[in-house]
């Protein structure tokens, strides 16, 4: 077994508050001039997801850093001149061009199992097939290679899209964009830089990397965290993470050790690691983005470390039975100040942008849910607001004041 260095800095919560924030871009200045390109080249994955209610949420994730881009520029700015890939990481993410050879050990798992959850009939001849077709006409979605469905349910995949799927997640195949949220496939020798087309990393190199690229995007984190970034194991991170640039912290509030084992230190205070230069900017003070978050945001999509960090507790409830849910099918939280301070079920009808249910701690949170709700409704085009349900009725009449303004 490995032995860690023992944590010799010290951060208080907000010290790792406003550190998380920073590295996902939302403490500071924008970096306007290198956009949405420079949001993904940070974060390093950007998680794709079906559901459309104010806008998809690879769309939330640069907007809520940048501002209102406009949309078009966003998708232009992911999918055009070989700048990015869709692959596996924390779910379906976009992910920069540049970490290709990283994902290396993951091709390589997916071939020594042999097969996903769908099992081919004939997977040389279907394969080739699509390796033809893909040669000689390609970019292709799956409709356009023959057909993605047999015509049972959702799951029922035709032979071709067992195939293409197979071959994007052994490497052959990339998914170079989504056309009408169906993936486009290319062959892997068109669509990657012939620099970075190759699987030459062994996979402590693979990991290492992003683990230490996980660590930069989230600034400080937990062992769990580490792993949960990119989907990786707890033996993985720990395999790598004493030969990585990352440097042990302890953080006031964080319980125990991500490790499991004792050492000394504050009571209550758990075993972290840090990015360096995350903790060099630590005491700079600077502008906080008021904004609404996807769901699925880097930020709070670890819905652990997201009650670690900001002592709020958030779920998605659009696959929760309508009756049961709490806040909403697609409940976006409010970010201001630094804080998580309400969250609301947005829906468009028309040029009206609708609070479905809306919450707010405090009557601090108004103000800035007006504003955060306002600059989304501009950026979707929307026209007003409406707000159908506040679960604190008390501040109602002073939400719709602020709005009004």
Same mark, same amino acid.
């Given at each position: 077994?490995?032995?860690?260095?023992?944590?010799?800095?010290?951060?208080?919560?907000?010290?790792?508050?406003?550190?998380?924030?920073?590295?996902?871009?939302?403490?500071?200045?924008? $970096?306007?001039?290198?956009?949405?390109?420079?949001?993904?080249?940070?974060?390093?994955?950007?998680?794709? $997801?079906?559901?459309?209610?104010?806008?998809?949420?690879?769309?939330?994730?640069?907007?809520?850093? %940048?501002?209102?881009?406009?949309?078009?520029?966003?998708?232009?700015?992911?999918?055009?001149?070989?700048?990015?890939?869709?692959?596996?990481?924390?779910?379906?993410?976009?992910?920069?061009?540049?970490?290709?050879?990283?994902?290396?050990?993951?091709?390589?798992?997916?071939?020594?199992?042999?097969?996903?959850?769908?099992? %081919?009939?004939?997977?040389?001849?279907?394969?080739?097939?699509?390796?033809?077709?893909? =040669?000689?006409?390609?970019?292709?979605?799956?409709?356009? @290679?023959?057909?993605?469905?047999?015509?049972?349910?959702?799951? !029922?995949?035709?032979?071709?899209?067992?195939?293409?799927?197979?071959?994007? $997640?052994?490497?052959?195949?990339?998914?170079?964009?989504?056309?009408?949220? =169906?993936?486009?496939?290319?062959?892997?020798?068109?669509?990657?830089?012939?620099? @970075?087309?190759?699987?030459?990393?062994?996979?402590?190199?693979?990991?290492?990397?992003?683990?230490?690229?996980?660590?930069?995007?989230?600034?400080?984190?937990?062992?769990?965290?580490?792993?949960?970034?990119?989907?990786?194991?707890?033996?993985?991170?720990?395999?790598?993470?004493? !030969?990585?640039?990352?440097?042990?912290?302890?953080?006031?509030?964080?319980?125990?050790?991500?490790?499991?084992?004792?050492?000394?230190?504050?009571?209550?205070?758990?075993?972290?690691?840090?990015?360096?230069?995350?903790?060099?900017?630590?005491?700079?003070?600077?502008?906080?983005?008021?904004?609404?978050?996807?769901? *699925?945001?880097?930020?709070?999509?670890?819905?652990?470390?997201?009650?670690?960090?900001?002592? *709020?507790?958030?779920?998605?409830?659009?696959?929760?039975?309508?009756?049961?849910?709490?806040?909403?099918? *697609?409940?976006?939280?409010?970010?201001?100040?630094?804080?998580?301070?309400?969250?609301?079920?947005?829906?468009?009808?028309?040029?009206?942008?609708?609070?479905?249910? %809306?919450? @707010?701690?405090?009557?601090?949170?108004?103000?800035?849910?007006?504003?955060?709700?306002?600059?989304?409704?501009?950026?979707?085009?929307?026209?007003?607001?409406?707000?159908?349900?506040?679960?604190?009725?008390?501040?109602?009449?002073?939400?719709?004041?602020?709005?009004?303004?």
């Amino acid at each position: 077994m490995t032995t860690l260095p023992r944590p010799a800095i010290e951060l208080s919560a907000d010290d790792a508050r406003r550190i998380a924030l920073r590295a996902q871009g939302l403490l500071g200045a924008p $970096d306007r001039r290198a956009g949405v390109r420079g949001v993904l080249r940070h974060l390093g994955a950007i998680q794709l $997801d079906t559901i459309s209610v104010l806008a998809r949420s690879h769309e939330l994730v640069p907007y809520a850093r %940048l501002g209102p881009v406009g949309r078009p520029a966003v998708e232009a700015a992911y999918w055009t001149d070989t700048h990015s890939f869709e692959y596996w990481s924390h779910a379906a993410c976009i992910l920069p061009i540049e970490e290709w050879p990283h994902f290396a050990f993951r091709r390589r798992a997916r071939r020594a199992k042999g097969h996903r959850w769908h099992v %081919l009939e004939d997977s040389e001849r279907s394969c080739a097939a699509v390796r033809d077709r893909l =040669k000689a006409d390609g970019p292709l979605t799956a409709t356009e @290679l023959g057909g993605a469905k047999n015509g049972g349910p959702w799951y !029922d995949w035709s032979e071709t899209k067992i195939a293409v799927e197979w071959l994007l $997640d052994t490497g052959e195949v990339v998914c170079t964009e989504r056309r009408g949220w =169906k993936r486009v496939y290319d062959l892997a020798e068109r669509a990657v830089p012939d620099r @970075l087309l190759h699987d030459d990393l062994d996979d402590s190199a693979c990991i290492r990397r992003l683990v230490e690229q996980a660590g930069v995007a989230m600034g400080v984190a937990t062992r769990a965290d580490l792993a949960d970034y990119h989907r990786l194991k707890g033996e993985q991170v720990d395999a790598v993470i004493a !030969d990585s640039r990352l440097v042990p912290v302890r953080v006031e509030g964080w319980g125990r050790p991500a490790n499991g084992t004792g050492g000394s230190g504050p009571r209550g205070a758990g075993e972290a690691w840090a990015d360096p230069a995350a903790l060099a900017d630590a005491a700079r003070r600077s502008r906080h983005r008021t904004t609404l978050l996807s769901p *699925f945001d880097s930020l709070v999509w670890d819905r652990k470390r997201t009650e670690r960090i900001f002592g *709020f507790t958030h779920r998605l409830e659009a696959y929760v039975p309508k009756p049961k849910r709490v806040h909403g099918y *697609f409940a976006m939280p409010l970010l201001s100040g630094g804080r998580l301070l309400g969250r609301v079920d947005p829906a468009r009808e028309g040029t009206t942008l609708v609070a479905r249910q %809306l919450s @707010l701690q405090g009557h601090g949170a108004v103000r800035p849910m007006a504003e955060a709700l306002r600059e989304a409704a501009a950026w979707v085009g929307c026209e007003e607001v409406r707000v159908e349900r506040i679960m604190q009725p008390e501040l109602s009449a002073p939400l719709t004041e602020a709005l009004s303004r």
